[in-house]
């Protein structure tokens, strides 16, 4: 079992910077590739960031170049740095390590942590 645990939430003005951490226990993490999502009120949840285990990135087309997801891995922690936040950026944000595409192993979720962009 792996347990992901989200901080950096909060309450932004537009055009501000938050940066999310998750923090992930077991050994696993540095071997793993790790997705941010997020869910706004009435939506479903959507893909933000994803990075794999060797450090290749993929983004929403809605956070490229302003969004940066990052790893470190001798500390179990994948990062969110978002700049430049909308209002529409508001959303819980939740970490997930992702199935294994050949084991089917993994599918963890953290609690989520609240982003709130306004003015």
């Known amino acids: 079992q792996v347990q992901l645990v989200e901080s950096g939430g909060g309450l932004v003005q537009p055009g501000g910077s938050l940066r999310l951490s998750c923090a992930a226990s077991?050994?696993?993490?540095?071997?793993?590739?790790m997705v941010w999502y997020r869910q706004a009120p009435g939506k479903q949840r959507e893909l933000v960031a994803a990075?794999?285990?060797?450090?290749?990135?993929n983004y929403a087309d809605s956070v490229k170049g302003r969004f940066t997801i990052s790893r470190d891995n001798a500390k179990n922690t994948v990062y969110l740095q978002m700049n430049s936040l909308k209002p529409e950026d508001t959303a819980v944000y939740y970490c997930?390590?992702?199935?294994?595409?050949?084991?089917?192993?993994?599918?963890?979720w953290g609690q989520g942590t609240q982003v709130t962009v306004s003015s």
């Open positions: 990075i794999t285990s060797g450090g290749n990135t």
């Open positions: 997930n390590l992702p199935p294994d595409p050949s084991t089917g192993w993994g599918g963890f």
């Open positions: 077991g050994n696993i993490f540095s071997i793993s590739a």
